[in-house]
């Protein structure tokens, strides 16, 4: 295979070579072909016959030709319903009504003629098969009518991929939009619309999603795609949207959800909640005709979404009414019952003591000194830490669990969106050899979400107090084609793109200097507008408050494209096709990358166990924990600061190319072979002012890029990136095919590098300062003081900074990448067996694998001690962030897809993966988001290899379009009166039906105090697994199968690695129904009325969020979330013309 890999260079030179002297075309297909065989009456074939396809809607044409052994193909065919027909001297014309073609597919169409006058037409009558002959790619297309009819919430169209076996979405939301594609990380997926990629750089989010009704069709490939996809390791979304025909079409539609209709959100602990917020409306219409008929034509959208709905869940805050706030200004914590009291061996109903770390420090054998009465004396209670407790934290609203620690607090923030949508789109036949189109995408929203704690705002999901939340979002993409046929075997396509995403986020908190107001010090810094607003403030029994995390958040992405695509079938039954793709990207991130890790505001972290008023406290024989984070922050003294500021604005560029040769090569009316060649090239980002820097680990010192004969992006270009592509059909009879495929796919550069290194010393400031509890007063970092900001840039033109020389001395956090990271390849691979069962039924049952290596792969700190114990190997550098590319993962299932075609006024799509997928840990934007998934221990990588964050062992799909048989043209009732048509007649039924198993849970204990790894999973003793019988919300798996002793006795080693394994437990799986009724009012045969009704989660059934896997948390093995919406109702008016 080394071998073979040397010597592909050389044949891309070749490919190069061909490319510079031959016409050029674009990489990404938006079109379709047909193709077949035309044979006589004996079955012998025929050359020479001239094969036509008409667009039934815009009169365009389209023309090929059979060779020697009767095989045409007509090329570039523009999605639509076409008549086609072949007509040869000697013989009866051919015609096949109603042949649609769909985006990238070659559609087989064979013709039998019989000898007699060529101007006699025989009508084919036969449905063109349902079989996939010509490619060994999977996957699904979805047509207008299931993008326009089937329920989607929001009427986001992006929620069909999730109907196509193999897709599931990440994080395990239904209504979640980011997508892994038979086990491959979300971020290595490609879209594209109207062939351009349109994608943001960093998290590949959907740079401008177009309205349903401006969207022709979309096609789904999720396993061995040809050669002329690249830059994608897991699925490929190629949406086509809609043209203006030969006659005016039109909509015209509004979709409202009254209030009244949503129904409850889950009540937990046995709460009645109150009805969500939940009131959208959703208007607007498209239009779209002929300019000068069978030559010019234009469609436009246009959409406005209103929507006032609430984030809703089930929430912690500190227990305020076990706090008495004295007169005199004291504060008594008497009355404040240990959260473990009655549990965990802890005695009913104690208090916890809290003791005066002014007098003495914490020790084993109760040595420390317990406030009096605890009772905080008034000259000790920190201002700003009491400001805070009152004025930032929510009053509990329910009893709670843990003696009324948890879970107390039921969360109702009302979130406004605002959004305005334009698609637009212009086609022209300049020629019989000449085309042209052009589209524009537009979208604004405006989101502002309220505060359900006094004032501020939640995330939704987590539980963060993420107090002010305002985005802007605007994001437009243009693209054009121009397309050039030579010969009817022979055209080239021409196609420029670019994208622009703008999005802005920030804190309700920002512009208003609240640091100052309430106390805490040095935390606005003059001339830096993101300063002004209020720390974060993190608690150990998970409480959060204060500044946002993530924001403000600034990010604009330009990006252009230049791709170009040459295509030649032979008579040799071969069709070549070579391109080429250029992109330009952009981006100006401003941002807080990590959440604990750079702050504008700053941040101040109150630990449960490692906090000054905390100690080992004997009760008789018993031991426990005293101390509380409540308290320590109080007294104003937290266990960490951590502060940050970006001193620059960054401004990072790359650009990227891809070349491909394509073959498709039909052996025998019975065999085809694809087989191609791509390679990608991607320059590793730079910033435009040379404000970057990276950690080199192995020296200690900070390299300076553009500097001291550094390169500017501080990294090694990849250049050997070469990806062979090869899969064949073969049709075994009329209604039975095997195809398989095998490739390489490389993943795009989308993982955060350029950000690292952005956001480095010395053009970012971040460092992070410990209060130790066994070092006693004095505490030198206090809230109501802060930690004063370093914003001098000191760049030496030596390109190196000796990190001994930065902060005195103090713990800094830095990144690091490594320089020749290697770029991220999945193999993919797949066999299928295709049956037709019948002309509109067919089943499909196939292999689908990958296997993915050299993935992106971040590692907390690789700066930590071997031995997990605390300190650095260079302290100076504190804790590295390193991004490496260590990350593999493999993924095997078997798929099932049975499709039936639209006849008996029935059609629907059943998909079944039954599949399992692996790997060593997540991408590094989900590094510690879903399942606290940070490695254990840095140094032994493959102690992690386990079941993906998003692995869904079984995942089943239907969707359903049904027209009731009642009425005109049907098949019962077909003689009622128009009266009585009216009011019974023109009824469809629509469905998506979902059951799937549930995700992971990784056991860890989350910030271990005395550990530099933050993730140590424990020691498993027994089977967590518990019968679904026993499954409860408070118990949903057995928790004491995991040891905790290591963690909590005196003499244990707590920094010691566990014994579990990663992702061990599984969460609740789910079940959820969206279905629709909808009743056609026909006035004339071009004026009809549609009313529809639509159910989301029609069942009202609840989607268990998973269960607590931190062993640190009072919550653990429960669950206190759900995800998704309970039962949703709209109604909807939509006229059609």
């Known amino acids: 295979m080394t071998k073979y890999l040397k010597s592909l260079p050389a044949l891309c030179t070749v490919v190069c070579l061909f490319l510079a002297f031959s016409p050029k ?150 209504n979640s939009f980011a997508l892994s594609v038979n086990g491959n990380r979300e971020y290595g997926n490609s879209i594209k619309i109207d062939g351009v990629e349109s994608t943001t750089n960093r998290t590949q989010d959907v740079t401008v999603i177009p309205s349903v009704d401006s969207v022709q069709e979309f096609k789904v490939s999720t396993s061995a795609y040809n050669a002329e996809f690249g830059s994608s390791a897991g699925g490929v979304v190629s949406i086509q949207t809609k043209a203006g025909t030969n006659q005016f079409h039109g909509v015209a539609y509004e979709f409202f959800r009254p209030n009244f209709t949503a129904a409850r959100p889950y009540g937990f602990s046995g709460a009645t909640v109150p ?130 620690w948890y879970n107390n607090y039921f969360v109702d923030s009302p979130v406004t969106t605002d959004q305005n949508q334009v698609d637009a789109r212009y086609d022209q036949e300049i020629s019989s050899k000449d085309r042209l189109y052009l589209t524009y995408h537009y979208l604004n929203q405006n989101q502002l979400v309220t505060d359900p704690y006094n004032g501020a705002t939640v995330v939704p999901g987590g539980g963060d107090a993420d107090q002010g939340n305002k985005e802007d979002l605007e994001t437009q993409t243009l693209s054009a084609s121009y397309t050039h046929i030579f010969s009817p075997t022979t055209l080239n396509e021409f196609r420029f793109g670019y994208s622009r995403y703008a999005q802005n986020q920030f804190s309700l908190l920002s512009g208003t200097d609240y640091s100052t107001k309430y106390g805490v010090g040095n935390i606005a810094v003059p001339g830096y507008e993101a300063t002004v607003g209020y720390p974060q403030i993190f608690m150990g029994t998970g409480y959060l408050a204060g500044g946002s995390t993530y924001k403000p958040y600034h990010v604009l992405d330009s990006n252009y494209a230049i791709t170009d695509n040459f295509t030649w079938s032979s008579v040799a039954r071969h069709e070549f096709k070579f391109g080429e793709e250029f992109r330009r990207l952009s981006s100006r991130p401003v941002f807080s990358l990590f959440p604990t890790g750079f702050e504008y505001y700053g941040s101040f972290g109150f630990s449960q166990t490692a906090d000054p008023t905390y100690s080992y406290f004997q009760n008789g024989a018993f031991f426990y924990n005293g101390g509380s984070d409540v308290a320590d922050l109080l007294l104003g003294l937290p266990f960490t600061v951590d502060i940050g500021l970006q001193l620059t604005q960054p401004h990072t560029q790359s650009w990227n190319l891809g070349l491909y040769a394509q073959d498709t090569f039909k052996v025998s009316p019975q065999l085809t072979l694809n087989y191609g060649l791509r390679y990608e090239f991607q320059d590793p980002y730079v910033e435009s002012n040379n404000y970057e820097s990276n950690v080199d680990v192995a020296s200690g010192f900070i390299l300076l890029a553009g500097r001291g004969g550094n390169a500017r992006s501080l990294m090694v270009a990849r250049k050997n990136d070469i990806a062979p592509r090869v899969g064949f059909s073969y049709l075994i009879n009329n209604n039975t095919v095997v195809r398989g495929g095998y490739g390489l796919f490389f993943s795009p550069e989308n993982d955060g590098r350029e950000d690292f290194l952005t956001q480095n010393n010395p053009f970012a400031q971040q460092a992070v300062y410990t209060n130790y509890w066994y070092d006693g007063p004095p505490y030198e970092y206090v809230l109501d003081t802060g930690v004063a900001r370093d914003i001098t840039i000191n760049a030496p033109a030596s390109g190196k900074i000796d990190p001994s020389t930065l902060a005195n001395g103090k713990l800094e956090t830095t990144y690091a990448v490594r320089p020749n990271l290697k770029t991220g390849v999945s193999q993919l691979f797949n066999m299928a067996v295709q049956r037709e069962l019948s002309t509109n039924l067919s089943l499909e049952v196939a292999y689908v694998g990958s296997l993915a290596h050299n993935l992106s792969y971040q590692i907390g700190d690789v700066n930590a001690n071997a031995d997990g114990s605390e300190g650095q190997i260079t302290p100076y550098l504190g804790k590295i962030q390193y991004l490496g590319d260590y990350g593999s993962a493999n993924f095997n299932s078997m798929q099932v897809k049975f499709t039936k075609r639209e006849s008996h006024n029935l059609s629907f799509l059943l998909s079944y993966t039954y599949g399992h997928s692996f790997d060593n840990g997540p991408a590094p934007f989900n590094l510690g988001k879903i399942n606290n998934d940070e490695p254990q221990n840095p140094y032994n990588l493959p102690a992690e290899w386990g079941s993906s964050d998003s692995d869904v062992r079984q995942n089943f799909v239907f969707s359903g379009l049904y027209r009731l048989p009642f009425g005109h043209g049907q098949k019962f009732f077909s003689n009622w009166g128009r009266t009585t048509n009216m009011l019974l007649g023109g009824w469809q039924l629509n469905s998506i039906y979902v059951m799937q198993s549930g995700l992971p849970v990784n056991v860890v204990r989350v910030n271990n105090p005395t550990s530099a790894f933050p993730g140590l999973r424990p020691d498993q003793v027994s089977d967590p697994n518990i019968p679904r019988s026993q499954r409860t919300l408070m118990k949903y798996f057995n928790t004491d199968a995991f040891s905790t002793a290591r963690f909590t006795c005196p003499t244990c080693d707590a920094n010691a690695p566990g014994n579990a394994a990663r992702n061990i437990v599984r969460g609740p799986g789910n079940i959820n129904l969206d279905s629709s009724l909808f009743k056609e009012l026909q006035f004339t045969e071009r004026y009809r009325l549609q009313l529809r009704l639509e159910a989301f989660n029609t069942l009202n059934t609840p989607h268990f969020a998973n269960p607590d896997g931190d062993l640190a948390n009072n919550t653990f093995g429960e669950i206190t979330r759900t995800t998704g919406n309970m039962r949703i109702v709209q109604i909807a008016g939509k006229f059609i013309f």
Do not use: W
Not at 56 to 81: A, C, E, S
């Open 25 to 174: 075309g674009r990489a990404q297909a938006t079109t379709g072909s047909i193709t077949g065989q035309v044979t006589d009456a004996t079955g012998a074939v025929v050359p020479n016959v001239s094969i036509t396809a008409t667009d039934i809607n815009k009169g365009i044409t389209f023309t090929g030709r059979t060779d020697g052994v009767g095989i045409y193909v007509v090329l570039n065919v523009t999605p639509g319903m076409y008549k086609v027909t072949a007509s040869a001297p000697g013989f009866e014309t051919g015609v096949a009504l109603n042949a649609n073609i769909v985006i990238d597919q070659k559609l087989l169409l064979n013709f039998r003629l019989r000898a007699g006058a060529v101007d006699t037409t025989v009508v084919v009558t036969q449905a063109p098969t349902m079989l996939q002959t010509q490619s060994s790619e999977t996957g699904a297309v979805m047509e207008t009518q299931d993008i326009t009819d089937l329920p989607l919430q929001g009427r986001n169209f992006f929620a069909l991929p999730l109907l196509v076996p193999g897709v599931v979405s990440v994080g395990g939301s239904i």
């Open 275 to 404: 009805p969500s917020i939940l009131k959208q409306h959703n208007y607007g219409g498209t239009l779209g005709g002929p300019i000068v008929h069978n030559k010019a034509f234009f469609f436009g959208s246009y959409e406005r979404t209103k929507l006032s709905n609430a984030y809703t869940y089930l929430d912690s805050t500190p227990p305020t009414n076990q706090i008495n706030f004295l007169p005199d200004g004291s504060v008594d914590l008497s009355q404040m019952v240990d959260p473990n009291a009655g549990t965990k061996g802890v005695p009913a109903g104690i208090k916890i003591p809290i003791f005066d770390p002014s007098v003495s420090f914490a020790c084993y054998g109760g040595c420390s000194q317990q406030f009096p009465g605890n009772i905080i004396p008034a000259s000790r209670v920190s201002p700003a830490g009491k400001s805070t407790l009152l004025d930032f934290f929510a009053r509990p609203n329910l009893p709670g669990t843990s003696n009324g």
